[in-house]
């Protein structure tokens, strides 16, 4: 696979190739304050819960806010991954042949043996929940990112909770439907390198959806993620020390539609190097994900078939990255009160 110093020139990847890479600076993008949802009084709290519950229902995207997470872990893991795409391609090399659900990836766009348009993004992907992998240097990344992913899996298993009361179901309920005791955790480092010609947009990350549960991003301060919210592409600003929390094709499934996993992209292009990094939790790898009974009464108006959550994901990362084309694999098409599966269709790559 191609190696990440090998990137696409400027030409190739033009704000044309980004499909219009323009964007309106973000309004409205609801802030989530992780601190009322766990402390907070009782009618403080259900308040919280209701508009957790419409961030997820009207844009699948938020901030949240109060997290708890040291600034100095974020500094550390930010720091540490930059330090990484830095390291010689001779320490990087046995990681760039790896396969989409190797534990551990270094490459470059979404998976460029596949991709149809070439992107400006270098990636590590590494999972590190049940069991935590990391490549052994920089010598420091295993310490700072074992941290990093336990901190962010609470906090992100704490939103599930609140996600789940949103429904008006018991705390633990997605929980236990999607086994996240033993959740797969993924962290990922993403590098968009400063580009010699400014003025043009580029395109970073394709538009798609995550395959997970929930994704918890921030950025290096250089901003390039965009959300689609109603079908307009908005530039996501964050507010200081917050999380971008991004819903996943899990949620979306598992909800019965009514929460959606959100489309969003990267365009780039800037003087400066953009950095992002990632921690995305999403089901134990082995339940089958499908629409809880209670988001889809007798059975009726099924919106997914179940899917195991391991398969889910090789499918979504062995193929060109395109919006949500995994997801409206195994999305039903309704015929009146029949049912009828998509599964004969394939991705468009
Ligand atoms: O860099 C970003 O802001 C977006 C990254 C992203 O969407 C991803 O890693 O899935
Ligand atoms: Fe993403």
């Given at each position: 696979m191609?190696?990440?110093?090998?990137?696409?020139?400027?030409?190739?990847?033009s704000?044309d190739?980004a499909?219009?890479?323009?964007?309106?600076?973000?309004?409205?993008?609801?802030?989530?304050?992780?601190g009322?949802?766990?402390?907070?009084?009782?009618d403080?709290?259900s308040?919280?819960i209701?508009?957790?519950?419409?961030?997820?229902e009207?844009?699948?995207?938020f901030?949240?806010?109060?997290?708890?997470?040291?600034?100095?872990?974020?500094?550390?893991?930010?720091d540490?991954s930059?330090?990484?795409?830095?390291?010689?391609?001779?320490?990087?090399?046995?990681?760039m042949?790896?396969?989409?659900?190797?534990?551990?990836?270094?490459?470059t766009?979404?998976?460029s043996?596949v991709?149809?348009?070439p992107?400006?993004?270098?990636?590590?992907?590494?999972?590190?929940?049940?069991?935590?992998?990391?490549?052994?240097?920089?010598a420091?990344?295993?310490?700072?990112?074992?941290?990093?992913?336990?901190c962010?899996?609470?906090?992100?298993?704490?939103?599930?909770?609140?996600?789940?009361?949103?429904?008006g179901?018991?705390?633990?309920?997605?929980?236990?439907?999607?086994n996240l005791?033993?959740?797969?955790?993924?962290?990922?480092?993403?590098?968009y390198?400063?580009?010699?010609?400014p003025?043009?947009e580029a395109?970073?990350l394709?538009?798609?959806?995550?395959?997970g549960l929930?994704?918890?991003l921030?950025?290096n301060?250089?901003?390039?993620?965009?959300?689609?919210?109603?079908?307009?592409?908005?530039?996501?600003?964050?507010?200081?020390?917050?999380?971008?929390?991004?819903?996943?094709?899990?949620?979306?499934?598992?909800?019965?539609g009514?929460y959606?996993?959100?489309?969003?992209?990267?365009?780039?292009?800037?003087?400066?190097?953009?950095?992002?990094?990632?921690?995305?939790?999403?089901p134990a790898?082995?339940t089958?994900?499908?629409?809880?009974?209670?988001?889809?009464?007798d059975?009726?108006?099924?919106?997914f078939?179940?899917?195991r959550y391991?398969?889910?994901?090789?499918m979504?990362?062995?193929k060109?990255?395109?919006?949500?084309t995994a997801?409206?694999?195994i999305?039903?098409?309704?015929?009146g009160?029949?049912?009828?599966?998509?599964g004969?269709?394939?991705?468009?790559?």
């Amino acid at each position: 696979m191609a190696a990440p110093s090998r990137l696409p020139s400027n030409e190739e990847q033009s704000a044309d190739a980004a499909g219009g890479g323009s964007a309106t600076p973000s309004q409205g993008i609801p802030v989530v304050d992780l601190g009322v949802l766990v402390n907070g009084a009782a009618d403080e709290r259900s308040r919280a819960i209701r508009d957790l519950g419409r961030a997820c229902e009207d844009w699948g995207f938020f901030m949240v806010t109060n997290h708890g997470v040291p600034e100095a872990l974020r500094e550390a893991i930010m720091d540490t991954s930059k330090e990484l795409f830095r390291l010689p391609l001779e320490e990087k090399k046995e990681y760039m042949r790896a396969k989409p659900m190797d534990p551990i990836r270094i490459g470059t766009g979404f998976y460029s043996v596949v991709d149809a348009v070439p992107c400006r993004r270098d990636y590590l992907k590494m999972f590190s929940h049940p069991e935590f992998h990391c490549p052994e240097k920089p010598a420091k990344l295993r310490e700072i990112a074992m941290e990093y992913g336990t901190c962010t899996r609470a906090l992100l298993l704490e939103l599930t909770k609140a996600i789940s009361e949103s429904l008006g179901l018991a705390g633990g309920r997605l929980s236990e439907a999607l086994n996240l005791d033993s959740c797969f955790q993924i962290l990922v480092g993403n590098h968009y390198p400063a580009c010699s010609r400014p003025d043009e947009e580029a395109l970073g990350l394709s538009a798609h959806s995550d395959h997970g549960l929930l994704t918890l991003l921030f950025q290096n301060g250089v901003d390039g993620l965009q959300v689609n919210h109603n079908g307009e592409w908005l530039l996501a600003k964050p507010l200081p020390g917050s999380f971008f929390v991004i819903a996943g094709d899990q949620l979306e499934i598992v909800t019965n539609g009514r929460y959606k996993g959100v489309l969003h992209r990267a365009v780039v292009g800037g003087e400066q190097s953009r950095m992002s990094f990632v921690s995305l939790i999403g089901p134990a790898m082995d339940t089958v994900v499908e629409p809880l009974p209670e988001m889809a009464p007798d059975g009726r108006g099924l919106e997914f078939r179940g899917i195991r959550y391991r398969d889910y994901m090789e499918m979504q990362q062995s193929k060109s990255i395109n919006e949500k084309t995994a997801l409206d694999i195994i999305r039903m098409k309704h015929q009146g009160e029949m049912l009828t599966c998509q599964g004969g269709s394939t991705p468009s790559t």
